[in-house]
């Protein structure tokens, strides 16, 4: 008897509504969120709607319900138990316009504009990445993972990446990194292949400076790099996806080796950028 009445005390307090750990709470002015709601179909990408751009940045003849997966599995330590992960895949069909060295899916904050409030004052952009095991990512590759490239797309004043960077040494492949625009390591951190790692970068617009912010699984954020400099000049828009780039070219663009029957994915949780007037920054 007493073993049931503990477990309908259980279930009927949620105690067993897992996996949705404690939320950790956005505590400034949310500026974009890309943050997608538990029950989120993968059509619901294909069209106008309040999250991402659904035209940009993905292969020609693929739909985000191609591209995207809505996995199952704990929620990131913004997401709670309100919003759920998204998983972004690449396949032999990831090649955006004409740029066949790529293969690339990156999503824009649908409000993001390359002159816009992304891109002034200060503000900090969350967001966290888990790995799948069904779809690795193969680290012999250089790797975007999140970026904010300039209003001219002539370079990228922050690049969150993984992998072996072209022309660098291969020792760090295994490891996450922030790069400036000048591929600069700020931060280097080993990629965790089972729990979320948590990531929030200030952008300082007005000073040239970036702050980062890690912490691993529901932990909360701590300062781990910064306030640095860093030329931030150029505006543009946030992209948060995939593009790999191929090897044995010095074209990366338009030709190189990419493997066929490519099948990899990253999952990505806590996608909001946040006002950080003030120092204000959630952690
Ligand atoms: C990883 O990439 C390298 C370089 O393109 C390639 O030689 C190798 O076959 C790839 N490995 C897998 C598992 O796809
Ligand atoms: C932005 O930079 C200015 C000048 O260094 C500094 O006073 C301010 O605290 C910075 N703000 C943030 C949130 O990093």
Redesign the pocket.
Known sequence: MYRETLAALLLSTGAFAVPHPATASVKCPIVFDGRVPVGTAATFFDSSNALFNPDYVKGNDLKWSDILKLPAGESSRFDGAAYQPVEVTLSDKSIFQQQKGFRRAGLQFIQDSSTGSGTTG?K?LHFSVKQDAARPLNLTHEYLNVWHETADYSADQIMFQTGQIIGKSASDKNNFKILDRSGKSLYSIAMDKTSWQNFAI?L?Y????V?IYYSVGQAPLKSVA??TSADLSGQGQFQIGILKKPTGTSDVVNSGYQESKLNEGQIYGGLFLED??????SL
């Open positions: 200060i900090t200030t300082n007005s000073k040239n400076q702050q910064g306030p950080s007037a003030n120092g204000c920054v």
